[in-house]
């Protein structure tokens, strides 16, 4: 299947500061790509969902100032956490689907990055 | 908005078969989804439903009811490395997940 790379795979950051994770499709073009948050013991959260070129698109409840997400190529998505606190330390996954953006494709996931806010 | 449910916890016997249940009320369709996760790992793609019917995988199979806003994962002979929690999702154009079932294999 598609490789979607994510990284860090682990990142600790004092409260406060910002964290970017960056989200790459390596053998297709993403045209989509989701990022969710994951608590412990519980399911994955779409936050919001970029398409290549365009502003991404958040959920209900989630702060697009404070999570800023970045699309700029069919490559990569980057996911900035903006003056980070201990309540945003979470597992964080991003999801890619390429070809058209069309929905029945699979979506790729990457490794996840678990933040932790200190 | 979307809702989807599937059971908590599930436990059951190596060898054995086990049916993860899954109902969604979404506002569209476009396609079901079952991933596998294991804990602090990323998850894994299971198998894809877009078509009423049963869609099967080796020892996994998938079935949808769109009528019914129903599909379920049968899992069979089960193993002990298949001891994860199994995610249901809705494709809308984006993926949203439901709050994933825990299968326990013992031995």
């Known amino acids: 299947g598609a490789v979607v790379s994510q990284h860090p795979s682990r990142v600790i950051c004092k409260s406060g500061t910002s964290v970017k994770i960056e989200c790459r499709s390596l053998?297709?073009?993403?045209?989509?790509m989701f990022w969710y948050r994951q608590f412990p013991k519980q399911s994955l959260m779409l936050m919001a969902t970029?398409?290549?070129?365009?502003?991404?698109?958040?959920e209900q409840g989630v702060e697009k100032d404070k999570f800023l997400i970045n699309h700029a190529s069919l490559t990569l998505s980057t996911l900035t956490v903006t003056s980070a606190h201990p309540e945003d330390s979470s597992f964080y996954i991003c999801?890619?689907?390429?070809?058209?953006?069309?929905?029945?494709?699979?979506?790729?996931f990457g490794q996840g990055t678990r933040l932790t806010v200190v | 908005g979307q809702n989807i449910d599937q059971p908590t916890e599930m436990t059951a016997t190596e060898g054995a078969i086990v049916q993860i249940n899954c109902t969604y009320q979404?506002?569209?369709?476009?396609?079901l989804f079952w991933y596998q996760q294991h804990a602090g790992e990323a998850p894994t793609f299971l198998s894809y439903?877009?078509?009423?019917g049963l869609e099967e995988k080796g020892r996994f199979s998938s079935f949808l009811s769109r009528s019914k806003g129903y599909s379920y994962l049968l899992l069979k002979e089960l193993q002990m490395k298949d001891s994860a929690s199994y995610l249901c999702?809705?494709?809308?154009?984006?993926?949203?997940f439901g709050a994933g079932t825990t299968v326990t294999v013992r031995a």
């Open positions: 999801s890619a689907r390429g070809g058209t953006g069309a929905s029945n494709t699979e979506a790729f």
């Open positions: 439903n877009v078509l009423d």
């Open positions: 999702a809705v494709d809308d154009y984006k993926l949203s």
């Open positions: 979404t506002s569209g369709f476009n396609g």
């Open positions: 970029s398409n290549e070129g365009s502003k991404a698109t958040y």
């Open positions: 053998d297709f073009q993403a045209t989509t």
